[in-house]
């Protein structure tokens, strides 16, 4: 068997073992008690999906942390591996990872207090926040559901940023507007997912409540939610940058290769949030209350968005949306960003929830 063969078969184990692990659970509603007291078919299967991970980890094809919740209560909660190899330091349950794509529902979040506090409508034009912006047409629906049709803007900064300075997102801006590439397809036509849609939701952010991303996030969602490990690091302005974050790796058949730092770690909102599995926790579960914004709030931005024809899309407001074998809504996000690969999963009709962070780009 070949060595790629060997990878897809082991990896098709892990996922096959999580699932069925996850679905087991959906399809019998068994429910684990206030004293955490499994019965002997639960602690089987616990094993076995530390089991699959553990050996997963040995063979480096993971290296990193899992936090697995059923009916609201953590049942898994294990790191596997190094955080840095070259210090050979392992990781622990406060090991910090970027959090590439998942970044978007906190950036969604942001909107949504927002639309609260009655500081924006999710259908006024993006160009209401930034005059200058050359798609007439584009509303905040459309970046919150990726129906926009916007040009990817990391092609641009890519092409265009020759300072040695990292831009932030309204250097992304100013070249979107100088160059004012057309749309993919009318606003509203499709689904195309785009970066650009949460670099700007950011700016919009900025842009009305006079506070940096960073600082709106922390006031508004990590300190109320006490999520003490999770902050914003963006290269443009260095905050946080003592904070212990571990670094991103790209695995090679015989080692690791630190993720080196480019150009677009200064952009935030679409990436560029760090956390823990346990404040993502912390998050997950302020998702069932009115913690931060209403529930009624909440319960829009776990719909399909639409598109202009009235059809369904599979994206709300930061989150991926489906439905398993069972009929259960799946809100879920994916996030790949500089070694990083991670993964959260919720189902919130059992509450249930799969959290996981890797950092070594397997």
Same mark, same amino acid.
């Given at each position: 068997?070949?060595?790629?063969? &060997?990878? #897809?078969?082991?990896?098709?184990?892990? @996922?096959?073992?999580?699932? =069925?692990?996850?679905?087991?659970?959906?399809?019998?509603?068994?429910?684990?008690?206030?004293?955490?007291?499994?019965?002997?078919?639960?602690? +089987?299967?616990?094993?076995?999906?530390?089991?699959?991970?553990?050996?997963?980890?040995?063979?480096? *094809?993971?290296?990193?942390?899992?936090?697995?919740? @059923?009916?609201?209560?953590?049942?898994?909660?294990?790191?596997?591996?190094?955080?840095?190899?070259?210090?050979?330091?392992? =990781?622990?349950? +406060?090991?910090?990872?970027?959090?590439?794509?998942?970044?978007?529902?906190?950036?969604?979040?942001?909107?949504?207090?927002? &639309?609260?506090?009655?500081?924006?409508?999710?259908?006024?034009?993006?160009?209401?926040?930034?005059?200058?912006?050359?798609?007439?047409?584009?509303? @905040?629906?459309?970046?919150?559901?990726?129906?926009?049709?916007?040009?990817?803007?990391?092609?641009?900064?890519?092409?265009?940023?020759?300072?040695?300075?990292?831009?932030?997102?309204?250097?992304?801006? %100013?070249?979107?507007?100088?160059?004012?590439?057309?749309?993919?397809?009318?606003?509203?036509?499709?689904?195309?997912?785009?970066?650009?849609?949460?670099?700007?939701?950011?700016?919009?952010?900025?842009?009305?409540? +006079?506070?940096?991303?960073? %600082?709106?996030?922390? %006031? $508004?969602?990590?300190?109320?939610?006490?999520?003490?490990?999770?902050?914003? $690091?963006?290269?443009?302005?260095?905050?946080?940058?003592?904070? %212990?974050?571990?670094?991103? *790796?790209?695995?090679?058949?015989?080692?690791?290769?630190?993720?080196?730092?480019?150009?677009?770690?200064? #952009?935030?909102?679409?990436?560029? #949030?760090?956390?823990?599995?346990?404040?993502?926790?912390?998050?997950?579960?302020?998702? *069932?209350?009115?913690?931060?914004?209403?529930?009624?709030?909440?319960?829009?931005?776990?719909?399909?968005?639409?598109?202009?024809?009235?059809?369904?899309?599979?994206?709300?407001?930061?989150?991926? #949306?489906?439905?398993?074998?069972?009929?259960?809504?799946?809100?879920?996000?994916?996030?790949?960003?500089?070694?990083?690969?991670?993964?959260?999963?919720? +189902?919130?009709?059992?509450?249930?929830?799969?959290?996981?962070?890797?950092?070594?780009?397997?």
């Amino acid at each position: 068997m070949t060595l790629v063969k &060997k990878q #897809i078969k082991l990896l098709s184990t892990i @996922i096959l073992g999580i699932v =069925l692990f996850y679905m087991y659970f959906c399809s019998t509603g068994e429910l684990v008690n206030s004293n955490l007291k499994y019965t002997k078919s639960e602690e +089987n299967k616990i094993r076995k999906i530390e089991d699959i991970l553990e050996k997963a980890n040995s063979s480096r *094809y993971f290296n990193g942390n899992v936090l697995v919740a @059923i009916n609201g209560k953590v049942i898994v909660d294990t790191c596997y591996g190094m955080a840095n190899f070259e210090e050979k330091d392992t =990781l622990t349950k +406060n090991s910090i990872f970027q959090l590439a794509s998942l970044t978007k529902q906190f950036t969604a979040m942001g909107i949504m207090i927002l &639309k609260e506090d009655g500081k924006l409508d999710y259908d006024d034009k993006v160009k209401k926040y930034i005059p200058d912006f050359p798609y007439s047409k584009v509303t @905040i629906r459309h970046l919150l559901n990726h129906t926009s049709g916007l040009p990817n803007y990391i092609y641009q900064v890519d092409r265009f940023w020759n300072k040695s300075d990292a831009p932030y997102n309204d250097d992304a801006i %100013k070249i979107l507007n100088r160059e004012r590439l057309g749309l993919k397809f009318y606003a509203g036509r499709r689904f195309d997912y785009s970066n650009t849609n949460y670099m700007l939701l950011a700016s919009i952010i900025e842009k009305i409540s +006079n506070k940096r991303y960073s %600082k709106f996030l922390k %006031k $508004y969602i990590f300190k109320p939610l006490d999520m003490e490990n999770t902050f914003v $690091y963006s290269t443009a302005f260095r905050e946080n940058q003592d904070r %212990k974050m571990i670094p991103g *790796y790209r695995h090679y058949s015989r080692g690791y290769n630190k993720f080196p730092i480019t150009k677009f770690d200064g #952009i935030v909102g679409d990436k560029g #949030i760090y956390s823990t599995t346990g404040d993502l926790y912390k998050w997950d579960q302020a998702l *069932y209350s009115d913690k931060i914004v209403s529930k009624e709030t909440l319960d829009e931005a776990f719909q399909n968005g639409k598109k202009n024809n009235g059809s369904k899309v599979g994206y709300g407001f930061g989150f991926r #949306i489906r439905k398993d074998n069972y009929g259960n809504r799946l809100i879920y996000h994916n996030g790949l960003w500089g070694g990083f690969r991670n993964s959260i999963s919720r +189902n919130i009709k059992k509450k249930n929830t799969i959290i996981l962070l890797e950092h070594t780009n397997c």
